[in-house]
């Protein structure tokens, strides 16, 4: 079993920028690609970005490329989403997943966090 555990989430202006936090638990965690997806009000969760075991890998959604940059310190069990230049279509709850089956965008896996929300104001 994986435990996932975001934070970081919060109200931010267009433009600001937020670091998100997923904190991995029960099960080592370097042998874990991983990744973020998020779901605005009324709409289906799409994929954000994804990151693999070591790092050495990411993809992102075309909506986020360039502003949006996943991380991961596996010494800390932990993944990041370090988000710039926010938008109000950015706003949504942000959920981190794993182990990620393949290091490509849109797939996921087993375990899900409980979703920080993140609010963009125009």
């Known amino acids: 079993q994986v435990q996932l555990v975001e934070s970081g989430g919060g109200l931010m202006q267009t433009g600001g920028s937020l670091r998100l936090s997923c904190a991995a638990s029960?099960?080592?965690?370097?042998?874990?690609?991983s990744a973020w997806f998020r779901q605005a009000p009324g709409k289906e969760r799409e994929f954000v970005a994804v990151?693999?075991?070591?790092?050495?890998?990411?993809y992102y959604a075309d909506s986020v490329k360039g502003r949006f940059t996943i991380s991961r310190d596996n010494a800390k069990n932990t993944v990041y989403l370090q988000m710039n230049s926010l938008k109000p279509e950015d706003t949504a709850v942000y959920y981190c997943?794993?182990?990620?089956?393949?290091?490509?965008?849109?797939?996921?896996?087993?375990?899900w966090g409980q979703g920080t929300q993140v609010t963009v104001s125009s």
């Open positions: 990151i693999s075991r070591s790092g050495g890998t990411t």
């Open positions: 029960g099960r080592t965690f370097s042998n874990l690609a």
């Open positions: 997943n794993a182990p990620v089956p393949s290091v490509v965008a849109g797939t996921f896996g087993d375990y």
